[in-house]
């Protein structure tokens, strides 16, 4: 079993940044190898990808963040973090770490992972 805990959320004015991290604890040893992402979901919208990455590095991005997010992957600490910069009050979600085995381009499908953190909420005021 691999368990999720994300920190760094907070408040924020548009055009600041954020820094989310992922931490992950249990079979850690697996996140080496998994595709990990960050998923959002704001009031009465469906949960939507931001940024996912996977074992050998590659990522993905949505639209909505690329040029503005950064996805990265520290397998020593175990963890997974999301610099968010420019940031826009739209940003403003919960923010959810996620990780599985994946293949192909990392995923932002949020059906494809099965491991899931709590969240944390990232506010952003104009």
């Known amino acids: 079993q691999v368990q999720l805990v994300e920190s760094g959320g907070g408040s924020v004015q548009a055009g600041g940044s954020l820094r989310l991290s992922c931490t992950a604890f249990?079979?850690?040893?697996?996140?080496?190898?998994?595709?990990m992402g960050w998923f959002r979901q704001a009031p009465g919208k469906e949960r939507e990808g931001v940024a996912a990455i996977d074992s050998d590095g590659s990522t993905n991005y949505a639209d909505s963040v690329k040029g503005r997010f950064t996805i990265s992957k520290d397998n020593a600490k175990n963890t997974l973090n999301l610099q968010m910069n420019s940031l826009k009050p739209e940003d403003t979600a919960m923010y959810y770490c996620?990780?599985?085995?994946?293949?192909?381009?990392?995923?932002?499908?949020?059906?494809?992972?099965?491991?899931w953190g709590q969240g944390t909420q990232v506010t952003v005021s104009s």
């Open positions: 249990g079979y850690t040893y697996s996140t080496h190898y998994m595709t």
């Open positions: 996620a990780a599985d085995w994946t293949s192909g381009s990392p995923p932002l499908y949020s059906s494809t992972y099965n491991y």
